[in-house]
Every structure is written in C-alpha cells, then in structure tokens.
C-alpha cells in the first residue's frame, strides 16, 4: 500500500510526472536506435559477430551498448568511449595544474572539462570506429556473408557511428537536465537490464529441462540473486561518518558555526572503477597473444590460463587486482589534505585532533581501514559471477550475480530514488510555506 500511495504522489507533482516522462522517452528512442542496423549490413550475416561477444571483453563492450555492438547498430559503439574519454580527462585533473585550476573555477570550468571531454571522445570514436568495421568484415566473412567496406564506405560509415555514441551522450546529457537521475548511468543501466529478461528466461528453460529439482534449482537461484544484490546495497551504501565541530564566528549581527556536523566517508569510494580498470589489465596476455602465429612460450602459456573466465588463477589474480586498483583510486579521488585544509578555512576541526596536517594524516588512516573491507568486498562481489558458472548458472544470467553490472544497476537505481525522495521532500516543503500561516513575534 505505501509503494502504491508513493507513486499516486509521484504522478500528483507536475514537474515529477514531466521529467519521469520525459526519462522515459529517451530511453525509448536509445533502445530504438540500438536496433537499427549500419547500412550495408545484412542483419542474417551477424551470428559470428554474436558468437564473438558471448564471452569476455567483447560481451562486457556488447553488455555496456546494450546489445547494440552484436547487432552492428549505429549505436554499436554506445556510451563506453565517453566513459573512456571522462576517466582520462579525471585523472588529468589528478595530475596536470591546468586541468585543476579549471576543476576550482566552479561552473565555468567544469563546462571547459566536459567540453575538452567531448573533444577526446571523438577522437576515441575516429580510431575505435574504423577498428570494430575491420573487425565487423572478418566476422561477416566468418559467417558466409559480403561485405564491401571501400575507402568510401569506411569514411560513411565511421561518421555513421560516430555521430550514433554522440547522439547517445547528446542524449544522456538532456536526459539528465531535462529527465530524472544521472542520464549517462541510467543509459548504461538500462543496456545492461536490457540483457536481463533474455538471461532469465534461459535460465528458466534450461533449469526445467533438468530431470529433478529443476525449479527448485530456479527459486535457490532467485533469492541468492536477491541476497547478493542486498549485499552491493550496503556495499555502495555504506559510510563511516566522522564528526567535525565548528567554531562560532560573528560576522557583523550574524553567527555562524558552533554545530557538529559529519564527514561521510564511503566504503567505497572507488565504486566499480576497480572492477573496470582490472577487467582491462586482465585481457593484456589474450590481446598479446593473438598477435603472435605461435602459442607457445610464456604469453601463450599466460594467454590459456587467462582466457578461462571460471579457472583459480583467472580469478585470484582478478581479485588481488581489484585490492590493489581500489586503494589507487581511493587515494587519487579522496584527497585527505584538502578535506584538512577546507576545514580549517571554516573554522572547523575533529575534535581531539589538531587542525592541518594531524587531521590530514588521521582522514587517511581512516580511509586506509575502511577501504580494506570495502575492497574485499567488492572483488567477492566480482568474482560472484564466476562461482555461479561453476554451480551450472547460465553464463549470460550468471552476469547479474555479481561485478560491473550489478553495482551499475544497484548504484543508479539507488541514485535516481534519491532525487525522486529529493523532489517529494522538496514539493512537499513547497506546500507547506504556500498553504501553511506563518505568524511573527512580536518583541
């Protein structure tokens, strides 16, 4: 009943009801255009292609662009050179003084990062875009099909999908002005859910087919998939809140300070990051190896042994990596010396701990503590996906057991409730100063 009533007051606020459809529409025309083959491509010609991207980095690409990138659709490339291009362009701000010069300007500034971060992503696209036609030939090829990619062709259809992953960003950024949430992660969500029904459906013939206790095998599998998802709720919610008192200050008539307030410190602070970069280091021996005609020798020996997604080693070293990119990332997005210095200008400090350089050092020894847990956490989390292939879990439904896609899906659902909570509260304070009296004191 308070699910149902949530929503009669989500559809009663006009500017709730309005972004909500408006979200809602964008997503139909990104689902639409994921459909839509590259002129010149016979649909029946891509089965090699879909062969191609059912395991590995291939399936995450075609995970990410929502079954675009098998489908050869102008939105093969999807959202993943933006991603590329705002991960480059962050770490620049971690390194270059030009890039955080402009990261404390304010307003003005972040319009120049994302500006130079659309200039990168098409020159991402103009070398990713001829690379994947190339490769969409040879899979053509592989399945009987023809193709004719002249010097021509190739120019077309590169601004083809070029102008496709910009629309796509184009559209998650009107998405997030216009709509509700974060339009960029709601697009690569929806991609990822849109595997979702498929999966499960595989996984529901597959487990009747079984002779006994197929069904029971089916329910085991449902609530273990709520139970993990629960898990990477508290995982991408989890804080350790660190109190900070600040100093009463009288300026002119006016007080400020003397409340205690919280720092919220994430578990998580590198969120699925970790995941991503060790999944890209984990493909180096595979691509290595494929440029060499023997496969022998250490790569070819490397190249086997991480080319099997549910081996020991795949999986150990997958999950070492995720440790260790985890605390790299925390310690290059979470600066403990500025949170330090940003306090002091306002007068506050952690009480027991001296101002400056004590509390820097005392923010990161916190951190360090708590990224650890988080950290293991999250490579079990990772690594959840390979245990359910060893249990007999359909390989495109053993996806949302664990690793990028469910902390995605976890993370921008948790994200877009809480601007749709943020509105509610919002509307609901609206009413009150226009309904409610307000009477002054007289002294």
């Known amino acids: 009943m308070r699910l149902i009533e949530t929503i009669k007051n989500i559809w009663k606020i006009e500017d709730l009801r309005k972004r909500l459809t408006i979200t809602f529409l964008f997503i139909l025309i990104y689902r639409f255009g994921c459909h839509v083959v590259l002129p010149g491509i016979n649909p029946a010609d891509l089965d090699a292609l879909r062969r191609f991207t059912d395991s590995g980095l291939m399936q995450l690409l075609d995970m990410f662009s929502g079954g675009a990138f098998s489908q050869a659709s102008i939105f093969a490339l999807g959202i993943m050179p933006y991603i590329t291009a705002s991960i480059v362009i962050q770490l620049l701000g971690m390194i270059l003084p030009q890039f955080q010069k402009m990261q404390r300007e304010g307003e003005s500034g972040r319009m120049k990062l994302n500006q130079y971060t659309r200039y990168l992503t098409v020159l991402i696209l103009l070398v990713q875009a001829p690379a994947y036609l190339v490769n969409l030939r040879y ?93 990477a709720v508290l995982l991408v919610q989890g804080t350790r809140k660190v109190p900070v008192q600040y100093a009463k ?39 290595l190896a494929g440029f060499r005609a023997s496969q022998d020798g250490f790569v070819g020996t490397m190249a086997r042994t991480f080319s099997d997604m549910n081996g020991f080693w795949y999986n150990a070293v997958y999950f070492l990596l995720i440790l260790a990119f985890t605390y790299f990332y925390t310690a290059i997005t979470v600066r403990p010396n500025d949170m330090a210095e940003q306090m002091k200008k306002n007068s506050g400090f952690i009480p027991g701990i001296k101002p400056g350089k004590k509390t820097a050092e005392y923010l990161d020894s916190i951190m360090s503590r708590i990224t650890l847990p988080g950290s293991i956490f999250l490579g079990i989390v990772a690594i959840l996906p390979a245990f359910a292939r060893y249990f007999g879990v359909n390989q495109n439904f053993a996806q949302f057991f664990g690793g990028t896609s469910l902390l995605i899906i976890v993370g921008v659902v948790l994200d877009t409730l809480q601007q749709i909570e943020a509105k509610l509260m919002e509307h609901h304070y609206d009413s009150l100063m226009k309904g409610g009296k307000v009477k002054g004191r007289n002294f």
Do not use: C, H
């Open 139 to 231: 899979q053509v090829a592989a399945a009987g099909g023809a193709t004719s990619f002249g010097v021509w062709n190739m120019f077309f259809l590169t601004v083809v999908l070029t102008a496709g992953a910009m629309f796509i960003m184009w559209l998650g950024e009107k998405m997030t002005d216009k709509g509700i949430g974060n339009g960029i992660s709601i697009i690569i969500m929806v991609g990822i859910m849109a595997r979702l029904p498929g999966a499960l459906m595989q996984e529901f013939t597959s487990r009747l087919s079984t002779a006994q206790g197929g069904l029971v095998m089916f329910l085991i599998e449902i609530i273990l998939l709520f139970a993990v998802t629960a898990g």
């Open 249 to 287: 200050r009288i300026v002119g008539n006016k007080q400020y300070g003397g409340a205690r307030q919280y720092i919220p410190l994430k578990v998580n602070a590198a969120n699925v990051m970790p995941i991503i970069f060790a999944q890209a280091l984990m493909f180096i021996p595979i691509t």
